[in-house]
Nanobody, 115 residues
Framework: QVQLVESGGGLVQAGGSLRLSCAAS????????MGWYRQAPGKQRELVAT???????NYADSMRGRFTISRDNAKNTVYLQMNSLKPEDTAVYYC?????????WGRGTQVTVSS
């Protein structure tokens, strides 16, 4: 089992920045990649960014250039730096970990961007 705990969400004005953190614990040796997804009210959950154990990253087109995913292996933590935030970035942001057999999810952290 892997446990994921997100933090860092909140209310920010358009154009502002936030950094989300996701701390992993448990059977972290089984994790191959981690990522961030988001779900806005009335919409499906969508990919934000992923990062592999080797450090390779992938971003959704709408976030590339504004968001940066990174990881601190010593702290078993993945970060999402979000810059130039827009009202349409308002959503619950979920941390995700892909293991050898299972995929794990955190409970999410709310990000609200005011115009």
């Amino acid at each position: 089992q892997v446990q994921l705990v997100e933090s860092g969400g909140g209310l920010v004005q358009a154009g502002g920045s936030l950094r989300l953190s996701c701390a992993a614990s448990g059977s972290i040796f089984s994790i191959n990649a981690m990522g961030w997804y988001r779900q806005a009210p009335g919409k499906q959950r969508e990919l934000v960014a992923t990062i592999t154990n080797g450090g390779s990253t992938n971003y959704a087109d709408s976030m590339r250039g504004r968001f940066t995913i990174s990881r601190d292996n010593a702290k078993n933590t993945v970060y999402l730096q979000m810059n130039s935030l827009k009202p349409e970035d308002t959503a619950v942001y979920y941390c995700n970990a892909i293991g050898k057999l299972f995929t794990y999810w955190g409970r999410g952290t709310q990000v609200t961007v005011s115009s």
